[in-house]
């Protein structure tokens, strides 16, 4: 899982937008600030051109085997055509059909309940953290759409108003995120798979900050509140 956020990229810019939830696979650059290589592997191979390339490197390992072969299959693009779409479309995408057999439907909806649920209550702790008392927080999921590798899941916190944007998490935040977002009971590739037999790889839950309980406001002035020395 990575946390999208103007303080968790090198390209906060791309992250700017006019509406939420703002889509970022395909559009967004994804630039962490601290990822390790296993991430970033990850991460490149989301990328189209990377993966055609790939895909083609076995026409170019035998131009470079047998050189005399090299013009000959130049001249064959349909088949270069032909092995990136099979790739594509078979390998790293399953059919209709496929996608109904990677999760049973009760599985898949309880998944999905059960992520409505911890990204409520994120966002009401987050509201209550900043005080909050009006406009609507969106915890936006977002897994790509490839099968059959690790699921990468880039998971933003969004507001619409005063203006839209996608909101700078402190540390706590993305903490929080990190320990309940995906914990015992749901965990990435359980959403890959319910992702995967909807066809939907977009997830927004929506919370309006008027919703915070006195309760969670409590918790998080409790939570602020420096620690004071106990007497000796």
Known sequence: MLIVAPNTVLNPAALETRRVPKKLFRRVAILPRRAGPAAWARILFDAQLLRYLGALAPFVAAMLIWPRLAF??????????LLVGVVEMKVLRLSASARKDVIDEDDAARALDTLRFRATRILSRIAARRGLSEGELHLVVEQSELARVVPL???SVQRASPGAEVLALDTSEQEMLRAELFAEGLDERT??????????????????????????????????????????
């Open 72 to 81: 000959p299959i130049a001249q064959a693009p349909i088949l270069m055509v």
């Open 153 to 155: 899941t880039l998971v």
């Open 191 to 232: 959403l890959h798979r319910a992702n995967l037999r909807e066809d939907v790889f977009l997830r927004d839950v929506g919370f309006a900050a008027e919703g915070v309980s006195a309760h969670a406001r409590l918790a998080a002035l409790m939570d602020a509140a420096p620690a004071r020395e106990v007497p000796a």
